[in-house]
Structure formats: structure tokens, C-alpha cells
């Protein structure tokens, strides 16, 4: 079987050919893989997605190395016959994009190696943004940038970029940015003056056409550093999003877009202290309402003073303070419930000097709820969906108490 001939080695920038078609193969999913005498298609591989384009004006989806065989073109739609002469067009928006995030890798990796000797483990191109894992120790945002500042100095320098083929034998005497598991010869990628590394992807004529590069965040990850960028298009896609959202969120403040993070951490400040108020309030709330119910409750014959009261709507936490407003008076018992729509909640609590087994009285409680509930001698908790039987369960809970509830 004849190999490809790869023209994206040659020039990155080619984008139109003329190729026959060498093998034709029925995909599974109805799709045709052709293999073509020679291509300008990249086909997905050192962590650069594949290039898409047309066959014949047919839709290639995707490109596959398929090693000695050469490069499957996946073509929806369709497809040439063997030995046909086809055009190729690769579409060019994405190609570019890939050649700017590729070869800013290339800068960003070698930047990390003439700062810091940290060397790049691997590198993915993503959706919408790209990732290298670095042997970096110690990584701050302000080491990274450094090392983000000299790659774009790089780009800015606009140097050369070439490509030379050597041999395995020359390629072990040359200073190359790592080694390569390939036999036989070598395809090596100089940028003038500053990286040599072997590499079969596709990359700018010169530095300046990867326009910038841009850090969006960095972690640890499995002992290594792992940085997420942008080169190119795609950086300048980031900081528009960075700058909408920068200034919408200023528009919440009607304040420019670089003094909201300090109106924004302010106003998380004074929430802080308006919870600390609110909380402080409903303290002093429930103790005023708890003095009020213990006022009018239920005596009993030892001297026992009992809440039974049903709220509309009042969630669990603003009944639980109710409860224990009640029950820090001594010889009490709280038998509280809320209801909405849907739910009936249940409060049971006594002070410490009363008798009574809350956790008790709320199992029979829920029974009458269609529900559950319980907890410790003194505070119990429950609810139910029978929100008709609420007015119910309290009062018979207060009967069995002794004494009958209001
Ligand atoms: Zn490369």
C-alpha cells in the first residue's frame, strides 16, 4: 500500500491540491474513508485536533493517521471513486487557529525551559482553549506570567520559523528541546535563535502570526503544573468574553470596569454584617414572641406552661428558634408546626427541667402526617405531607401531655 504524501510538512499554509484518490473503505456509520496519493489534510495527532475542509466540494469531517496506510479522510456526503483526481480545500479559519495555538505551545514550552528548566510533559488543544502540563515546582501566578511575558517577547520579535529534515544521527548531536521515540529521519522545528524540537504538526511561517499568548488559569495536577492558555484568535475571543462579563458585572456597581472587584468585595463584606444584624434581630424577636405565646399558654397541674401553636409558612430553622426561645424559660414545653402547600413541619422541645419524651410524642405526631420524624428526649424534629392533620397532631400531642391544648 502507497504512503500519503504529506504536504502539510512542507508548507502549513497550503491549502488547495490536487490529489488521487488511492483506497476507498465504507465506514460503519455509512461515512467513506478515502485515502488520497497526497494531502494537505492534518490528520488528529500530537495533540492537535485534525483539519477539516471539502473533497470534490464533499464535507471532510475528519482526518485519521493511519500510519503506513497514510491519511483517511472521513467524507460525508458523496464520495470520489478510486483512482478519481480530486480537489482539496482545507478550511483555512480553522487550520490558522490550529497553527496559532500549536506553535504557541512550541514558544510557551521553550519559555518554561529558559526560565525555569521546566520542561513540558504534554499539551492538548481544546474547545476553546489549550493546556500544557509542566514540570514546574512551585508555581505562582507570578512565575507563570514571567514565563507567559518572554513567549510573547518571542512572538513579537516575529522570528523565522523553519524546518529541517535530518537524520537520527544529526538530530542526536543537535540541542533539541526533547527527544523523539521516531526512527529514521527527523522533521525538527527551529524557531530562530530560540527552540529546536522535533515535531510533525503544523506551524507559522514566523512567530509574529501566533499574535499573542495569554494565561487563563493554572492548578497542580498529578505532581506536574498544569496551565491552561490561548494563543492568537482565540485569545482575543477570551478577552472580549473577560471584558463583557468584566463590564456587566461593573454595571450591577455603576462603577468603570476596573473598580468593581473592589465595590463587589465590599458589598460581601457588609452582607456578612447585615447576616451578623439579621441574626442578632431574629434572636431578640423570638424571645419577644416567646414571652408573648408563654403569656397565654396552657398551665399545667405540676406547673408545666405549654406552647401548642400551628404557623403559616414559617420554615424549620425560624421554628427552631422559636423553640429554643421558649424552652430557655424554665418548666416549659414548645409544640410547634408550620404549614404550606405541600408540607406540615413539626418543632417538639422542653426545657431541661421538664419531663416529657419529645422524640416520642413527634413519632406518634408523624404518624397522623403521613410522614416522619424524631430526635433526642428534649427537641425533636419531623413533618409530613397530610398538611390537613397538622392542627391535629399538635393538639393530640398536647392531650397526651395531660391537659388539652388550645
Ligand atoms: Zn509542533
Not at 493517521?65 to 496506510?69: A, I, L, N, S, T
Not at 514540570?135 to 505562582?140: G, H, I, K
Not at 514566523?206 to 499574535?211: I, P
Given at each position: 500500500m502507497a504512503l500519503t504524501e504529506r504536504l502539510y510538512y512542507n508548507d502549513?499554509?497550503?491549502?488547495e491540491f490536487e490529489a488521487r484518490v488511492i483506497d476507498v473503505t465504507e465506514r460503519v456509520s455509512g461515512w467513506v474513508a478515502l485515502v488520497l496519493d497526497r494531502t494537505a489534510f492534518y490528520p488528529t495527532g500530537g495533540g492537535q485536533p485534525s483539519d477539516t475542509g471539502t473533497l470534490n466540494g464533499s464535507r471532510v469531517v475528519e482526518c485519521i493517521?493511519?500510519?503506513?496506510?497514510g491519511v483517511l479522510h472521513v467524507v460525508q456526503g458523496s464520495a470520489p471513486r478510486r483512482d478519481a483526481v480530486v480537489a482539496g480545500r482545507v478550511d483555512w479559519a480553522r487550520r490558522l487557529d490550529h497553527i496559532q495555538q500549536h506553535t504557541g505551545q512550541h514558544i510557551l514550552s521553550q519559555a518554561f525551559i529558559t526560565l525555569f528548566n521546566a520542561p513540558t510533559k504534554s499539551f492538548r488543544v481544546l474547545e476553546t482553549s489549550c493546556e500544557i502540563d509542566v514540570?514546574?515546582?512551585?508555581?505562582?501566578t507570578e512565575i507563570i506570567e514571567r514565563a507567559v511575558e518572554l513567549a510573547n517577547n518571542v512572538v513579537w520579535e516575529d522570528r523565522l520559523i523553519t524546518i529541517h529534515n535530518v537524520s537520527a544521527q544529526e538530530a542526536a548531536a543537535m540541542p533539541l528541546r526533547k527527544e523523539s521515540s521516531r526512527e529514521g529521519e527527523l522533521r525538527l522545528i527551529e524557531i530562530e535563535g530560540f527552540d529546536l524540537t522535533p515535531c510533525g504538526g503544523t506551524h507559522a511561517y514566523?512567530?509574529?502570526?501566533?499574535?499573542m499568548i495569554a494565561m487563563r488559569s493554572w492548578e497542580r495536577a498529578k505532581g506536574l503544573t498544569r496551565i491552561e492558555f490561548v494563543a492568537g484568535g482565540r485569545a482575543l475571543a477570551d478577552y472580549r468574553k473577560a471584558n463583557r462579563s468584566a463590564r456587566e458585572m461593573a454595571a450591577l456597581f455603576s462603577t468603570g470596569r476596573d473598580d468593581a472587584v473592589q465595590l463587589a468585595a465590599q458589598l460581601v463584606e457588609e452582607n456578612k454584617e447585615l447576616h451578623r444584624q439579621v441574626h442578632a434581630l431574629e434572636a431578640i424577636a423570638a424571645g419577644v414572641e416567646a414571652e408573648r405565646l408563654l403569656a397565654s399558654a396552657h398551665v399545667t397541674t405540676d406547673g408545666t406552661r405549654i406552647v401548642a401553636q400551628v404557623f403559616e409558612a414559617r420554615d424549620a430553622e425560624s421554628l427552631k428558634k422559636l423553640a429554643h426561645a421558649i424552652i430557655s424559660q424554665p418548666q416549659t414545653i414548645a409544640l410547634l408546626g408550620s404549614r404550606d402547600s405541600d408540607t406540615a413541619r413539626l418543632v417538639f422541645a422542653r426545657s431541661a427541667d421538664a419531663s416529657a419524651d419529645m422524640s416520642a410524642l413527634m413519632r406518634e405526631a408523624c404518624t397522623l402526617l403521613d410522614g416522619r420524624g424524631g430526635g433526642r428526649p428534649d427537641m425533636a424534629q419531623g413533618g409530613g405531607k397530610?398538611?390537613?392533620?397538622l392542627g391535629e397532631a399538635i393538639n393530640g400531642a398536647a392531650q397526651s401531655l395531660g391537659e388539652a391544648a388550645r
Open positions: 502549513s499554509h497550503l491549502i493517521d493511519d500510519g503506513e496506510r514540570e514546574l515546582n512551585n508555581p505562582t514566523r512567530t509574529g502570526e501566533v499574535g397530610n398538611v390537613a392533620q
